[in-house]
């Protein structure tokens, strides 16, 4: 199985298509196993899916056709959901979400079952509330830094919703989380949009109580 840290050194989710290509040289690399470069396949496909190349992203996929691993499996339901909820198809990429998250706990895939159940969240407005907290659940009890940093996109994404429904305590207290975990495990980046949210929704609240 690829290793995240490999993962985060080819990503560049600001230059899709440059993943793309990093992502297809590393497909050749002699020092991959099957599976390994199966993998690479499916974030080749989401490369895709962010250059709004969704066709083309579901037939990469289709083109791996029925895996025995299963790290391949839950990624090859996360991407293809990925392609659809990116395509404005939510309610086709629902059951993509949970056939990984199915997939990932059988496995023991705790990065990758966080990932599905955070996508989850994103995908099913009904239950979103329910797929978060399942998830803040699984990354408080990791036991490693990196996976402890799905908290940051997690609680900000429950602060945005909580700000959409114009609950801006709640939403300020889930973005001053984010922003706590941001500063423990976050990158530089993700450190600054958390300081941003919790400036916004600190200064709509205020607002607020002026009003």
Request: proline share 2%; hydrophobic share 45%.
């Amino acid at each position: 199985m690829l290793t995240q840290q490999l993962l985060d050194e080819l990503w560049d989710f600001d230059d899709p298509a440059g993943s793309e290509r990093r992502f297809s040289v590393e497909e050749t690399s002699a020092s991959r196993t099957q599976s390994e470069r199966a993998e690479l396949v499916t974030q080749r496909a989401r490369a895709l899916g962010l250059q709004g190349r969704f066709e083309d992203g579901h037939a990469l996929l289709g083109s791996l056709g029925d895996p025995a691993d299963a790290a391949v499996r839950t990624r090859l339901a996360l991407e293809a959901g990925r392609l659809l909820n990116s395509a404005g198809r939510s309610a086709e990429a629902v059951p993509e979400f949970e056939t990984a998250v199915r997939t990932a706990e059988s496995a023991g895939l705790l990065f990758l079952r966080i990932d599905a159940l955070h996508m989850l969240a994103i995908a099913d407005a009904a239950r979103s509330g329910e797929w978060a907290a399942r998830a803040i659940d699984l990354a408080l009890a990791a036991p490693d830094d990196r996976t402890r940093r799905w908290l940051v996109s997690l609680y900000n994404n429950l602060g945005c919703s909580h700000a959409d429904a114009g609950r801006l305590p709640e939403a300020l207290a889930a973005f001053v989380q984010a922003q706590e975990w941001a500063d423990h495990v976050g990158t530089g980046q993700q450190r600054m949009w958390a300081r941003e949210a919790v400036d916004e929704c600190a200064a709509a609240l205020a607002a607020r109580g002026a009003g």
